[in-house]
Every structure is written in structure tokens, then in C-alpha cells.
């Protein structure tokens, strides 16, 4: 007699049989959310990118606190210095004692090519404290403070956890800063996308006819045309002599301008097979006005459906922008982003000195895979009655 | 079919029309034109350009017109003499520098494509049948990270392994000796010597994604009724397999060439540009950032032509497929 699907059950009331009453019952009066997050947390994978995501843009919040330095800092006396491991324990009289060091550089000059390089130096030793106080900044540009997580307790000696660049520029500062502009970019660029696309898709759905043709064929134009010629073409008509603020807004809106096809896609789709609905034809037979009809009526039985689409669409703002900056296109220093950062790996040259240059691109692919995960999930879990 | 194949060929004209207009009024839109480039270049380096030089040169490619006559006299040129205008950055008619470029860059794009195929399809296939078995979980994971790898950092880590284990670069479609050499079979067989490398790289995407998209809708025809009737009446599996589920999960997978192609000739883009291939990619950014506006304009067209053209043929070949889509 029970018809409830064990998947959709909340997972610890499953086991115990004997509560079955219960649990049918608990199933019945969960609200459509509860449904949706008993299903989530039963998608290992989503669980976990849903983890890794909220991290990385609780990292991108503290970014300031975080960074052990500033990602505009030059320091031309430690070009391509290279990765320092960091130690936590110690070797003294002792024995092993908690105590975080990093090994320091020297330089060694190449016989053939006459350049220098830096390298590791067992010999000497820079203390790594925790709450250092080193390069000032203003958090969140509201207050100033000088409290870093992690840094060199000297403040005169940098330390380079992920090396340094072709200026001396710490990579992993830049990389956490980094982090808040790639990551906040895909949110933004989502947003705008999303507005145009839940109000062309719902256009296009709603009305059907000639207006949903029109706006169709549009869609098919744009999703014809090769997404990077055409973002190159329009990330290269923003003015050089642009400030940096206006050209990541610049840069969004380019991005979302072609973005907002797939999710109006989904909309349309949405509405076009709700349009049919008894309770759509009821509200409508009840006197309520088009908008009513759409926003208390259609929109909240896709919504959880929108999210999920808005979910995995963020990874492929992420990666235009990356692909952009990289090209030179898009984002530009003082301005960082992880293609900003991937920019300086662009030739085989400075990759083959200093390789750890790739490591952004590490950043860019876990962000997008925790994304996507995410996104799978939600889309599994914005459906409870479906398989 | 006929009917079919006509009623496609009008829907591309107002397509096309729409494409050369969006490719110019691009280029049009960043402030100033290349002869302010060419002069603040020049202002650079401390020279002066002579006005009535100027004059001349912005009379000659008819620069103070106003952008919809310009845009006419650019379309009239290309559609009675072939002629995209001239290449401002290589003081050459454009014509001569594109076709050669798009040309490698359509062998690139289309051995991509059939890379995508041959891979995605059995593995997809593996992948459904095997569902959930050890194989299936590896080719979702290398599908995801496949999905999540931009493919120009693809290109970079595949550089940097050939060069540090290897000792040798892998940029370039040509060794030096045929660089410029005339076409021979020596030639093309180098060009295919050189191809797999950016064709592994730009597939890459595509196939995960369709590698998924196979398993998906497999998976959807395998659950039917149909197929529990033809095990039981005993076909064997593999047969059972290929004579029916496989042909219709094929369907969607020959109309995602209509999107997997912008997808790879954007990749083919970008890949290009770190691989430093002699296809479009590298002189479209140069045109670019230099403000070489008819040629860049043609590339931008050209590209997504190609592209219109690539789903026409994905649309016809749907409809060869599936008398379903025909009728309608």
C-alpha cells in the first residue's frame, strides 16, 4: 500500500520499517523545498560541490584577510622565484617541535644562459606565524587593517607558497583576490542573463504565435554564431582608456548578451507545457491578471527548476571570462582575475621557467567542476516527483 | 525533401544578412578606426603623418561615411567581385589572406568533429550498457573533467609535457621545410603529422558532453518496452542493441552537430592562438586589437557561415534520418 518512492524519503526514516505511518505521512506535509533537499543530500557528488562552491566564495569574501600579500605588490629582486613548501614542524635539540617555516632563496646564474634563478636554500630559514601583521589594506575598502592569515613574521622577507611571477608578484595573493573577480563575475553575468532570459523565454512561452517565433529565430542566430570570434569582436570594442570597474562591468554584460539564450530556452520550454495546466486555466478562469498568473501561479512551480539551469550555467561564465582575459581580451591588471593570472603563461617560454604559472588554471577547473556538480544535482533534486 | 531542402536554403538568407551586418557594425563599434590607430601609433615613435596623406587614405577605404554606406559599398564589393576590401595591417586585399586561413581552419574544425564522433559514440554507448560499472564511472569523471577544462589550458599543459619530457614543440599545422612550400602529398601528409594534437585538444569538450548526452538518451531507449520484448523473444544483445535503441539514441546525437560546431570552430579559435597555427584564430586577434576592420569583419562572417552552413547540413541530415522531422 505504500506508493511513497523510497528515494524521495528523508534517508533516516527509511531503515526503521515500523514507522512507515510516519514516514508517509512526513512525506505528504513536506513542503516542496524539504522534498528537494532530502533528494540533494542524496547526491554524493552534489553534496560535495556544493561544499567546495560555498568555500570558495567564502574565500572569495575574505579575500583581503586571507592573501598573504597584495596582488599589485612588485618585487623585482624575486623574478620567477619559485614555490616555497611550507613546514610546520621543526627539527631542534628537541626533537620535532611545532614550529611553521619556509625555506629562503639564493640565487644560482645559470653558466649558459647567464641568467639567474632562484632556488631553494635549506640553509635558511623564514618563520611563518599565523595572524601576522604585514601589507596594509582596506577590507572590503571600508577599514583599514593589516592582519593576514597566514605570512612571513618578518614583514621585510616575502614568502612565495606558490612562487612568484615574471615582477615578483605573489601568485597565491593573486590567486585568492583572483578568485573574488572569477567568481563574482559568473554570479553577476548569471544574474544579468538570468533577467533576460526569464523575461524573453517567459515572452516568447507565454504568448506563443508570432512573438514566440520572432524571439526564436533570434535565439537560433545567436546560438549560431561561434561564441569567442563574437565575444572577441565585442570584448575588443570596449575602450582601452576604460577604468578597470567599468570594463569587468563592460565585460559581464558582453558575456550575459549571449548567455541568456540557454536559460530562455528553458523558460520557454517551462511555460509552453504549463500554459496547458488546469490550474493555469483556472487562475485565468478565476479573474486573475496575466501578471498574476505568471508570477504567483507559473513561476514558482519552475523556480526551483530555474536555479538549477542557473546553477550550471555559471561555470560557462567562468570560463569566458577565463578564455578573455587570457587572450588579452578581457580583464587587465591591476584588475585580477585567474585568466588575468593564466595571461602570464601564455607563450612556452615563461612556462617552461616557471611552470607553477599554470596553477590558476587548477583554481578554474575545480570551481567549474564543483559548479557542475552542484548544478546536476539541484536539477535532479528541483524535480521530487519525476523517476 | 526537396521541399525541405528549400524552405532551409530561404530561412539562411535573412541568417546570413543578419551575420554580415552584426560582423561590421562589431568592428564598427570601438571608438576611432584604424587610421587613429595607425596615427597614435605612429605619434608614439615621434613621426607625423602628412594630412593630405590622411586625406587620401581615408578617402580611398571611404572612412568618414556614415557606417550603413560603408557597410553597402563592403557588401556590393562581396557579392559582385568577391572582394572583402582591403587589409589595412597587411596592405593586401583581404581576399588574399582568408581563404588559405579558413581553409586549414575547416580541415581542423571538421577533424574534430570526426574525432568527437568515433570517440564519444562507443565510449557513449559503454557507457549506458555498462551502466554504473566500473568504466561507466570512469568516463563520467574523465567527461566532467573534460567539460571543466578550458582547452587552451589543455593546449598550455600539453605544450609544457611535450617540451619537458619530450624536448620538442608541438605548435604549428607544418614543419619548417613546408611552412611554405606549395601543396604536395609531402605537405598534407605533415599537416596530418602535426593535426591530431590541436584535434585531441578541441574535441575534448565536445566529446565528453556528448559523451553524455549518448548515455543519457541510450539509456531512456533501453528502459522501453520494446527492448525487454526483443530479449525475450530471444535476439541476441548485441544485435538487439545496434538494430534498434542505438538508431534512435543516434538521432539527437546528429542534431548536437548543430551546436558542437560553434563550440569546436570557437575552440579551433582560441586553441589556434596558443598553438600559434596558421589558421583563423591568430590573425582575427591581431586584426583585432589593430583595428583592421574589413579583415577582421570577414573573419567574423566567414566563421559563422561556416558554422550556418555546418548546421544546414546537420538539419538535412537529421531529416534523411528521421522521416519524423521531414513531414512536419
Known amino acids: ?387 | 525533401m526537396l521541399q525541405f531542402l528549400l524552405r532551409r536554403l530561404l530561412y539562411m538568407v535573412p541568417t546570413l544578412l543578419a551575420i554580415s551586418i552584426v560582423a561590421f557594425v562589431i568592428i564598427q563599434l570601438p571608438p576611432g578606426d584604424f587610421l587613429t590607430t595607425m596615427v597614435a601609433a605612429m605619434a608614439a615613435q615621434d613621426e607625423d603623418m602628412d594630412q593630405a596623406a590622411m586625406a587620401a587614405l581615408e578617402e580611398q577605404y571611404g572612412l568618414g561615411q556614415p557606417v550603413h554606406v560603408q557597410y553597402l559599398k563592403w557588401m556590393q564589393g562581396i557579392i559582385f567581385r568577391g572582394d572583402f576590401g582591403d587589409s589595412f595591417g597587411w596592405n593586401k586585399p583581404v581576399s588574399d589572406l582568408v581563404w588559405g586561413r579558413l581553409a586549414l581552419t575547416f580541415v581542423l574544425s571538421l577533424a574534430s568533429l570526426l574525432f568527437v564522433w568515433v570517440v564519444a559514440f562507443p565510449i557513449g554507448i559503454y557507457s549506458a550498457v555498462k551502466q554504473y560499472s566500473i568504466g561507466d564511472y570512469f568516463a563520467t569523471f574523465i567527461g566532467f573533467l573534460g567539460l571543466a577544462t578550458p582547452n587552451f589550458l589543455l593546449a598550455l599543459i600539453l605544450m609544457y609535457i611535450a617540451f619537458k619530457f619530450f624536448n620538442q614543440s608541438v605548435g604549428g599545422l607544418f614543419s619548417p621545410e613546408y611552412q611554405e612550400a606549395p601543396w604536395t602529398w609531402g605537405r598534407v601528409a605533415d599537416l596530418f603529422a602535426h593535426l591530431w594534437v590541436p584535434v585531441v585538444i578541441i574535441g575534448t569538450a565536445g566529446t565528453a558532453s556528448l559523451i553524455r548526452i549518448m548515455r543519457a538518451n541510450l539509456l531512456d531507449e533501453l528502459r522501453k518496452p520494446y527492448v525487454v520484448t526483443a530479449r525475450a523473444k530471444g535476439l541476441p544483445e548485441w544485435r538487439l542493441l545496434f538494430k534498434y535503441p542505438v538508431r534512435i539514441a543516434l538521432n539527437p546525437f546528429v542534431s548536437t552537430v548543430g551546436w558542437v560546431l560553434p563550440t569546436l570552430v570557437s575552440g579551433a579559435a582560441i586553441v589556434s592562438i596558443v598553438l600559434s597555427l596558421p589558421t583563423t584564430g591568430p590573425l582575427l586577434i591581431r586584426a583585432l586589437l589593430q583595428q583592421d576592420m574589413y579583415l577582421a569583419a570577414s573573419f567574423i562572417m566567414l566563421l559563422s557561415i561556416l558554422t550556418v552552413i555546418g548546421t544546414l547540413v546537420s538539419d538535412l541530415l537529421l531529416a534523411w534520418l528521421d522521416p519524423r522531422i521531414r513531414m512536419e
Do not use: C
Not at chain 1, 613548501?85 to 640565487?107: A, C, I, M, S
Not at chain 1, 635558511?124 to 612571513?152: N, T
Not at chain 1, 614568502?159 to 572569477?182: C, K, N, P, Q, W
Not at chain 1, 512551480?301 to 571570462?321: D, K, V
Open chain 1, 1 to 387: 500500500m505504500a506508493v511513497t518512492d523510497a528515494k524521495t524519503l528523508p534517508p533516516e526514516t527509511v531503515s526503521s520499517g515500523a514507522a512507515l505511518v510516519e514516514v508517509e505521512s512526513s512525506v505528504s506535509v513536506a513542503s516542496q523545498w524539504q522534498l528537494m533537499w532530502w533528494k540533494f543530500r542524496k547526491h554524493r557528488m552534489a553534496m560535495v560541490g556544493g561544499v567546495v562552491t560555498l568555500i570558495i566564495y567564502a574565500i572569495a569574501i575574505f579575500v583581503e584577510f586571507l592573501s598573504p600579500s597584495s596582488p599589485g605588490v612588485i618585487r623585482a629582486d624575486y623574478t620567477w622565484a619559485p614555490p616555497q613548501r611550507l613546514h610546520f614542524l621543526r627539527q631542534t635539540e628537541q626533537g620535532l617541535r611545532w614550529d611553521p617555516y619556509v625555506n629562503g632563496y639564493k640565487v644560482e646564474i645559470d653558466p649558459e644562459a647567464l641568467k639567474r634563478t632562484f632556488v631553494i636554500d635549506e640553509e635558511q630559514i623564514v618563520d611563518i606565524g599565523f595572524f601576522v601583521r604585514g601589507e596594509p589594506y582596506k577590507m572590503w575598502g571600508l577599514w583599514e587593517s593589516d592582519l593576514h592569515l597566514v605570512g612571513s613574521t618578518d614583514a621585510e622577507v616575502p614568502v612565495y607558497f606558490l612562487g612568484a611571477d615574471r615582477m615578483g608578484r605573489d601568485l597565491l595573493s593573486s590567486m585568492i583576490y583572483g578568485t573574488r573577480v572569477s567568481m563574482s563575475i559568473g554570479l553577476l553575468g548569471v544574474f544579468l542573463s538570468f533577467f533576460l532570459g526569464i523575461l524573453l523565454g517567459g515572452i516568447s512561452g507565454f504568448y506563443g504565435g508570432t512573438t514566440d517565433n520572432l524571439i526564436q529565430r533570434i535565439i537560433e542566430f545567436i546560438r549560431s554564431i561561434p561564441t569567442i570570434p563574437l565575444w572577441m569582436g565585442l570584448a575588443a570594442a570596449l575602450p582601452t582608456d576604460w577604468p578597470p570597474l567599468r570594463i569587468y562591468f563592460g565585460i559581464t554584460i558582453i558575456l550575459s548578451f549571449i548567455g541568456w539564450t540557454g536559460l530562455a530556452r528553458v523558460v520557454r520550454g517551462r511555460f509552453l507545457s504549463l500554459r496547458t495546466e488546469d490550474f493555469v486555466m483556472a487562475a485565468r478562469l478565476d479573474g486573475a491578471s496575466e501578471l498574476t498568473t505568471i508570477w504567483r501561479h507559473m513561476v514558482p512551480s519552475f523556480f526551483s527548476h530555474i536555479i538549477a539551469s542557473l546553477t550550471l550555467s555559471i561555470p560557462g561564465m567562468i570560463l569566458a571570462e577565463t578564455s578573455l582575459s587570457f587572450l588579452g581580451l578581457g580583464l587587465r591588471r591591476p584588475v585580477v582575475s585567474w585568466g588575468v593570472l593564466l595571461q602570464e603563461a601564455q607563450n612556452i617560454r615563461s612556462v617552461a621557467t616557471a611552470p607553477w604559472l599554470l596553477i590558476p588554471g587548477l583554481a578554474v577547473l575545480v570551481a567549474v567542476l564543483a559548479l557542475n556538480f552542484l548544478g546536476d544535482g539541484l536539477r535532479d533534486a528541483a524535480d521530487p516527483y519525476n523517476r
